[in-house]
T-cell receptor, first 114, second 113 residues
Framework: DQQVKQNSPSLSVQEGRISILNCDYT??????FLWYKKYPAEGPTFLIS?????DKNEDGRFTVFLNKSAKHLSLHIVPSQPGDSAVYFC?????????????FGKGTKLSVKP | ETGVTQTPRHLVMGMTNKKSLKCEQH?????MYWYKQSAKKPLELMFV???????ENNSVPSRFSPECPNSSHLFLHLHTLQPEDSALYLC????????????FGPGTRLLVL
């Protein structure tokens, strides 16, 4: 059973608008969450992270929100740009991440149209 | 070279072949990881090394054999693979094997015939 779920396999957004990518998790022991972006033929690139002691972390156009009670996090990209078109992976670790075991979702493919 | 590099980028092998994937990180990190990404599946952690010692083997078949001679290099030796092992194999590193961001290489696209 998947512990990290990205229920939308794809998302299409107009340039300049907000992109919202969602992620749900089931393990309440998870205490650190990350978003990675992946272009074709490249490895995932770290984008932004959030610790469970926070509910929001912002870095430029990217903001991650964490709702611990709902076991839900989201990545907001605003304004969206065509170069943001990629697959976005949500990942989580828990128990202090003592085993370095990041659990990944299946990813959401974002397409930003000019 | 900077970051995490992987060679080869593409590999085609038969089921009786022996091949090795190489990963090198230039970030001064102490932990390294092998992941497998199959089509329509999440990234699956295979192995974790911390200071050259294997700290996790995520129930990986013995036809995959990792080797970590030092904190900068990680190998994945492949032997008698199956077609279902065809996937993207990603290497990553992090400062330590605890709760910190992992940095990925570009991956090796493996096809087993």
């Amino acid at each position: 059973d998947q512990q990290v779920k990205q229920n939308s396999p794809s998302l299409s957004v107009q340039e300049g608008r907000i992109s919202i990518l969602n992620c749900d998790y089931t393990n309440s022991m998870f205490d650190y969450f990350l978003w990675y972006k992946k272009y074709p033929a490249e490895g995932p690139t770290f984008l932004i992270s959030i610790s469970s002691i926070k509910d929001k972390n912002e870095d430029g156009r990217f903001t991650v929100f964490l709702n611990k009670s709902a076991k839900h996090l989201s990545l907001h990209i605003v304004p969206s740009q065509p170069g943001d078109s990629a697959v976005y992976f949500c990942a989580a670790s828990g128990d202090g991440g003592s085993q370095g075991n990041l659990i990944f979702g299946k990813g959401t493919k974002l397409s930003v149209k000019p | 070279e900077t970051g995490v590099t992987q060679t080869p980028r593409h590999l085609v092998m038969g089921m009786t072949n022996k091949k090795s994937l190489k990963c090198e990180q230039h970030l001064g990190h102490n932990a390294m990881y092998w992941y497998k990404q199959s089509a329509k599946k999440p990234l699956e952690l295979m192995f974790v090394y911390n200071f050259k010692e294997q700290t996790e083997n995520n129930s990986v078949p013995s036809r995959f054999s990792p080797e970590c001679p030092n904190s900068s290099h990680l190998f994945l030796h492949l032997h008698t693979l199956q077609p279902e092992d065809s996937a993207l194999y990603l290497c990553a590193s992090s400062p330590s094997h605890t709760q910190e961001t992992q940095y990925f290489g570009p991956g090796t696209r493996l096809l087993v015939l």
